[in-house]
């Protein structure tokens, strides 16, 4: 019964958010017509014939549908008000195929995407886009390739890399918080400039379930991250309160 009240209120709390994030948003709307009109769509949709996913590996998610993604990032970019402020530098974690450091270009600021070269339409995209990008695997407890410049803003969104497969017990496996803990650091210390931020936006566990375990939640917020539902935004400064309108 208590377990149940605190789901409730984990759900009001969730939708108050959320409504809070569309109003928000409403407050500096942004013409995703003016962002798709820079897009050559027939050029876009014969992707996926030209880069096919390799062998055994399933197609996911219409990429080529640039009025839905293009939708997707233009909210993303509203959340952390990148319509506003002056050129950022940003490095965009597991950045698929690039639609936010693309929607992130549009608004004047310089991007590079990291991610894996498992999927080859991620690669036809990016180029397609003009996204540059470092092909890397991030891995737990690894400290991420040396790219020769600090960022005032890294991204992760619908983050995957801490996901490791289901174990022989058929448990889902994933980083522990010695982990987080040691990407956070990673990040503060060698990528992030003094004034920078680190965001990362998590999907739903494949139960369903919200992302936020009571262990993940108290590990990120020893780390000095501000949660929003499934969002989680930390300053360079552990001792500093993140904010997503900056500057
Ligand atoms: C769900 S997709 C999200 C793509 C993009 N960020 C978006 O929201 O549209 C997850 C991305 O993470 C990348 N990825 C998964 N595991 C990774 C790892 N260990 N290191 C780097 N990238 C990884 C995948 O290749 C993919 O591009």
Same mark, same amino acid.
């Given at each position: 019964?208590?377990?149940?009240?605190?789901?409730?209120?984990?759900?009001?709390?969730?939708?108050?958010?959320?409504?809070? +994030?569309?109003?928000?948003?409403?407050?500096h709307?942004?013409? *995703?017509?003016?962002?798709?009109?820079? &897009?050559?769509?027939?050029?876009?949709?014969?992707?996926p014939?030209?880069?096919?996913?390799?062998?055994?590996? !399933?197609?996911i998610?219409a990429?080529?549908?640039? @009025?839905?993604? @293009?939708? @997707?990032?233009?909210?993303?970019?509203?959340?952390?008000?990148?319509?506003?402020?002056?050129?950022?530098?940003?490095?965009?974690?597991?950045?698929?195929?690039?639609?936010?450091?693309?929607?992130?270009?549009?608004?004047?600021?310089?991007?590079?995407?990291?991610?894996t070269?498992?999927?080859?339409?991620?690669?036809?995209?990016?180029?397609?886009?003009?996204?540059?990008?470092?092909?890397?695997?991030?891995?737990?407890?690894?400290?991420?390739? +040396?790219?020769?410049?600090?960022?005032?803003?890294?991204?992760?969104?619908?983050?995957?890399?801490?996901?490791l497969? !289901?174990?022989?017990?058929?448990?889902?496996?994933?980083?522990?918080?010695?982990?987080?803990?040691?990407? &956070?650091?990673? &990040?503060?210390? #060698?990528?992030?400039?003094?004034?920078?931020?680190?965001?990362?936006?998590?999907?739903?566990?494949?139960d369903?379930?919200?992302?936020?375990?009571?262990?993940?939640?108290?590990?990120?917020?020893?780390?000095?991250?501000?949660? @929003?539902?499934?969002?989680?935004?930390? *300053?360079?400064?552990?001792?500093?309160?993140? #904010?997503?309108?900056?500057?």
């Open positions: 019964m208590r377990f149940a009240r605190k789901i409730d209120k984990l759900f009001s709390i969730e939708l108050f958010q959320s409504l809070w +994030e569309h109003l928000r948003r409403s407050t709307p942004i013409s *995703a017509r003016k962002i798709l009109a820079t &897009i050559d769509r027939e050029k876009l949709a014969a992707l014939e030209r880069y096919p996913p390799r062998a055994g590996a !399933r197609k998610n990429y080529e549908d640039a @009025v839905y993604w @293009v939708g @997707v990032n233009v909210r993303r970019v509203q959340d952390l008000w990148l319509d506003r402020p002056a050129p950022l530098r940003i490095l965009d974690l597991g950045c698929g195929p690039g639609y936010f450091l693309y929607v992130c270009q549009f608004f004047g600021h310089q991007g590079l995407g990291l991610d070269d498992e999927n080859p339409l991620f690669g036809g995209i990016t180029e397609f886009f003009g996204v540059r990008r470092v092909i890397s695997r991030i891995n737990p407890q690894t400290p991420l390739p +040396e790219l020769e410049e600090k960022f005032d803003l890294i991204t992760g969104h619908r983050v995957c890399f801490h996901r497969g !289901r174990g022989p017990d058929g448990e889902w496996k994933e980083w522990t918080p010695v982990d987080w803990k040691f990407f &956070i650091h990673d &990040i503060r210390t #060698r990528f992030l400039k003094p004034n920078g931020r680190l965001f990362l936006e998590f999907n739903p566990r494949p369903g379930s919200f992302f936020f375990t009571p262990e993940l939640r108290a590990c990120f917020q020893t780390e000095g991250a501000r949660i @929003v539902r499934s969002k989680a935004l930390f *300053a360079a400064d552990p001792n500093r309160r993140p #904010r997503f309108k900056q500057g």
